[in-house]
Structures are given as C-alpha cells and as structure tokens.
C-alpha cells in the first residue's frame, strides 16, 4: 500500500514500524522476563517461556502485516506444506540477507513451531532484542578463530557443549531450530577467499546441525532444508535495502528430509566415522542447493 513512497521514506516508515512494534512487544514480556530471571527453578521457567513465545507470535504476525503494508515484493515459495505447529524440526538453510529471519519467519508463522537460531554471544548487547532472545532461550555461542583456539585448547569444543545443552533444553516441548549452516551471509568475497567449491554458497559448517541431530534426534519430526534466493538483487544484500523496498522478490524452496537414522545419538566431536558421513552428506546437500540456485536464477533472468 506504501510502495508509492520514494525509498528512502518507505525504509524510514519500514523501520519506524518495527522499532514501534519491537518496542511495544518487548514491553509486554518485561513483566515476565523479571520472573524468569528472579525465579530459576525449571518449573516456571518453562511456563514462563511458554507465555513469552506467544507473545513474540503477535509480534511477528504485526510484522508480516508491516511487510505487506510497506513492500511491493513478491514472495514466490513452495514446499511449505506438510508440517505441524506440534512437531519439532530442524531447518537448514542458506543465507543471503539480514532480511532471511524476517521473510522465513513471516513464510513459516503458525506452519511449524516458533523459530530458534543460534546467535553470536555479543548480541546479547542487542538493545531489546538481546533480552529477548534470551529469554526465549535461543542459543547464544561464543565463536573462536582457528588462531585463538591453537593458543587456548582448552577452549576447543565449547561451542559443540553449549548447543548439546541447549538442545537438552529444547527436548521438553515442540521446538524449530534453524540452523545456517554457512554460519554467516554469503558473498563473493568471503567465496573466493575461502575457495570454495560452490558458485553460489559459501562451504557449510556441519558441527552445529550434526549435534542438533545427535542430541534430539529422537525428538524431530524431520529436517526441513530450504533455499533463499533474492533472484533480482546482487550480493552482499543490506537489511536497508529490504526496507526501502529495493528488493523485488525472493524465491523460497523448501523440502522435507527425514532424518538418516544412522546420525541420531552419535557423537560429533569424538566419532571420526560419524564426522566423515555427515560432511558427505552436508557436501552432496550442498551440491543439490548451488544447483538449484543456478536454476532459480536461470528462471527468473527475465
């Protein structure tokens, strides 16, 4: 309805709208985050948990509606049948924005359980939203550089320790965790500087999703394996350029995996074997989806 605005008022219209809709859905859960942090013990922190995630649906239902007011974008996905609010998942995904969260958010709101992704510890400094992650309970990690860990070994691993324990967390009710598994936004630069074999992906990081699927694999339902694409947009993509309304459309796939009985309750860091089968298998899953993003751009040329 607002795409008639020049961009730089629609972004700024964009923007003042999130903020207004963060702030004031923040402000409802102040009440019950003070609990949570004041009470401890599991048996109201889980409740307490509860009550906050169907907050944080209103605040994502008022947020596709802020898109659709304020962006003349076509969304253009298919494979988003066929799940259920009552089952736990795992969705692996490429990334190509900062605007991936938002639309994949907006694509899957009351289709699958709440989406939970692993976040960089120091946006736990997020204004509002650092607090709110983490009382949602999203896994925050702490990441270390190949130099850091060769001075620290003690440190090797921690990482792989805090999602196990988060994992154990998630067990208790149905959960989504999605996980990108090129661990940052892909472009041409960050390809090419650590070569990787694939045109349109950066190489995937498989400890994450691998301890996902040794610690609750019993609990999914399924993988669910989707693929972004902005067809009309070069990258890198800045969420600025979503909100001025500089993106035109983007392609989703998704698609339904089930879960290679022969991953489940292994163990990622210690079973050489386990480790090998499941790089291949993230390597040849990896493959499909450069192939497929060939094919969506291919499509949408004209």
Same mark, same amino acid.
């Given at each position: 309805?607002?795409?008639?605005? !020049? ?23 102040? %009440? @019950?985050?003070?609990?949570? #942090?004041?009470? !401890? ?5 889980? %409740?307490?948990? =509860? ?5 944080? $649906? ?6 596709? @509606?802020? &898109? /659709? ?10 494979? +988003?049948?066929?799940f259920s609010q009552d089952r736990s998942y795992l969705v692996i995904s490429n990334h190509r924005s900062w605007a991936d969260i938002l639309v994949l958010q907006h694509l $899957?709101?009351? *289709?699958? !359980?709440?989406?939970? @992704? @692993? ?6 400094? #997020?204004? &509002?939203?650092?607090?709110? $992650? ?8 702490? /990441? ?8 620290? %070994?003690? +440190? ?15 067990? /208790? ?7 990108? &598994?090129?661990?940052? *936004? ?33 609990c999914l339902d399924a993988i669910i394996d989707v693929t972004i694409v902005y067809p009309k947009n070069s990258t890198p993509l800045p969420f600025w350029s979503f909100l001025?309304?500089?993106? %035109? ?6 698609? =339904? ?17 386990? *480790?090998?089968?499941?790089?291949? $298998? ?8 450069? =192939? ?5 751009? /291919?499509?949408?040329?004209?």
């Amino acid at each position: 309805m607002l795409a008639f605005l !020049p961009g730089p008022v629609r972004g700024t219209t964009a923007l003042l709208l999130y903020t207004i809709n963060t702030v004031c859905i923040f402000t409802a859960m102040i %009440p @019950f985050v003070i609990i949570k #942090v004041l009470i !401890p013990a599991e048996g109201v922190r889980h %409740p307490l948990t =509860r009550i906050l995630t169907n907050i944080v $649906w209103a605040w994502i239902h008022i947020n596709g @509606f802020i &898109l /659709r007011l304020t962006q003349d974008i076509e969304i253009d996905a298919q494979g +988003l049948e066929g799940f259920s609010q009552d089952r736990s998942y795992l969705v692996i995904s490429n990334h190509r924005s900062w605007a991936d969260i938002l639309v994949l958010q907006h694509l $899957w709101r009351r *289709r699958i !359980p709440f989406l939970k @992704f @692993f976040i960089k510890k120091e946006l736990i400094w #997020v204004p &509002l939203l650092g607090i709110a $992650w983490w009382a949602l309970d999203f896994p925050f990690m702490k /990441r270390y550089s190949k130099e850091f860990i060769e001075k620290h %070994p003690e +440190l090797k691993g921690k990482d792989i320790e805090t999602t196990r324990k988060y994992c154990e967390k998630f067990k /208790r009710s149905p959960n989504t965790v999605i996980n990108f &598994l090129e661990g940052t *936004r892909f472009d041409e630069k960050k390809r090419d500087k650590q070569q990787s074999p694939h045109q349109y992906l950066l190489k995937p990081r498989a400890g994450g999703a691998a301890v996902v699927l040794s610690a609750m694999g019993e609990c999914l339902d399924a993988i669910i394996d989707v693929t972004i694409v902005y067809p009309k947009n070069s990258t890198p993509l800045p969420f600025w350029s979503f909100l001025r309304g500089d993106i %035109p459309k983007v392609v989703v796939r998704a698609r =339904r995996l089930e879960i290679p009985s022969e991953f489940v309750g292994r163990n990622y860091e210690q079973d050489q074997d386990f *480790r090998q089968q499941f790089l291949t $298998w993230v390597n040849e899953l990896w493959a499909k989806k450069d =192939r497929q993003i060939e094919q969506i751009l /291919r499509q949408n040329q004209t």
